[in-house]
Nanobody, 119 residues
Framework: QVQLVESGGGLVQAGGSLRLSCAAS????????MGWFRQAPGKEREFVAH????????YYADSVKGRFTISRDNAKNTMYLQMNSLKPEDAAVYYC????????????WGQGTQVTVSS
């Protein structure tokens, strides 16, 4: 079983950058594709980015394409989300999750990390 801990969130001005981390415990991290999701107050959780098992392919929501970069280090059981050119609408709690067939595994949601973007 994989346990996930997100970190790296904080308060940043619009146009700034943050790097989120998703640390996984357990031996199965490298067996899963992984994804980042976010949930803003009053909104449903939404997909942000997805990376395949090997890290060779990545996919992004249109709203973050060109600004965010997802990556993973399987040797460190860690996934990252580099967020540049942040906008106020990027503010949300960010979560990571294993993904199977393009769907997050609901049993693995962590506590998330808060990203706040001031305008």
């Amino acid at each position: 079983q994989v346990q996930l801990v997100e970190s790296g969130g904080g308060l940043v001005q619009a146009g700034g950058s943050l790097r989120l981390s998703c640390a996984a415990s357990g031996r199965t991290f490298s067996r899963y594709a992984m994804g980042w999701f976010r949930q803003a107050p009053g909104k449903e959780r939404e997909f942000v980015a997805h990376i395949t098992l090997s890290g060779g392919s990545t996919y992004y929501a249109d709203s973050v394409k060109g600004r965010f970069t997802i990556s993973r280090d399987n040797a460190k059981n860690t996934m990252y989300l580099q967020m540049n050119s942040l906008k106020p609408e990027d503010a949300a709690v960010y979560y990571c999750a294993p993904m199977v067939a393009g769907t997050p595994l609901d049993n693995y949601w962590g506590q998330g990390t808060q990203v706040t973007v001031s305008s």
